[in-house]
């Protein structure tokens, strides 16, 4: 099975603890995740912390996609990691890590994810699925570069390669993958 990693950065002249309120708060994915998703958490009271797990919604295609993820790390204000526990994926985890620099905070995305269907899914990953994972990207960035500074940060557009991790064992179906504690 292929597995990918996305991967983009951007250095926002603030502080690491504000870079990081921003991403601890799940209720701001929805300003960070293109419209035409239709994105929206279902999870009551959502908080942070490690073992949380929150339930989203988005429109694929215009077919209706759940989403469940678990928070598996969770060390503010440095980093954390969510992974997909239910959803349109076989195996997806997003490290989100924040550094402090002379000149703000580097912020780092980065997301390794295989598709289900063997060929066909390699085959949608060319046509499909690894453009509109930039596209989702690219408005992230742009969204995180005004809530974070007004416009005032540098970022890298969005980019996927070849996974050199590997995922762990029982990835095997779409939507069943259960991270170890």
Same mark, same amino acid.
């Given at each position: 099975?292929?597995?990918?990693?996305?991967?983009? *950065? +951007?250095?926002?002249? !603030?502080?690491?603890?504000?870079?990081?309120?921003?991403?601890?708060?799940?209720?701001?994915?929805?300003?960070?995740?293109?419209?035409?998703?239709?994105?929206?958490?279902?999870?009551?009271?959502?908080?942070?912390?490690?073992?949380?797990?929150?339930?989203?919604?988005?429109?694929?295609?215009?077919?209706?996609?759940?989403?469940?993820?678990?928070?598996?790390?969770?060390?503010?204000?440095?980093?954390?990691?969510?992974? +997909?526990?239910?959803? &349109?994926?076989?195996?997806?985890?997003?490290?989100?890590?924040?550094?402090?620099?002379?000149?703000?905070?580097?912020?780092?995305?980065? !997301?390794?994810?295989?598709?289900?269907?063997?060929?066909?899914? !390699?085959?949608?990953? *060319?046509?499909?699925?690894?453009? *509109?994972?930039?596209?989702?990207?690219?408005?992230? *960035?742009?969204?995180?570069?005004?809530?974070?500074?007004?416009?005032?940060?540098?970022?890298?557009?969005? /980019?996927?390669? &070849? /996974?050199?991790?590997? &995922?762990?064992?029982? =990835?095997? /179906?779409?939507?069943?993958? =259960?991270?170890?504690?």
């Amino acid at each position: 099975m292929n597995a990918y990693t996305l991967r983009c *950065q +951007m250095l926002a002249p !603030v502080s690491i603890r504000d870079a990081f309120a921003v991403f601890e708060d799940p209720r701001n994915l929805a300003r960070i995740t293109p419209p035409w998703l239709n994105f929206r958490i279902v999870s009551p009271d959502p908080r942070m912390h490690k073992g949380a797990e929150f339930d989203y919604i988005f429109r694929w295609k215009g077919l209706p996609l759940k989403w469940r993820t678990l928070i598996t790390e969770y060390e503010p204000p440095f980093f954390f990691v969510d992974e +997909m526990l239910k959803g &349109p994926y076989v195996y997806w985890r997003h490290r989100h890590t924040f550094h402090p620099g002379e000149e703000g905070t580097v912020v780092t995305d980065e !997301v390794d994810y295989m598709l289900p269907l063997g060929k066909l899914g !390699v085959v949608a990953h *060319q046509l499909i699925v690894a453009r *509109q994972l930039k596209e989702i990207f690219h408005y992230r *960035q742009l969204s995180l570069n005004e809530i974070l500074c007004g416009g005032k940060a540098h970022w890298t557009e969005p /980019s996927i390669a &070849p /996974s050199h991790r590997t &995922p762990p064992e029982g =990835t095997a /179906s779409p939507g069943t993958h =259960t991270p170890a504690a």
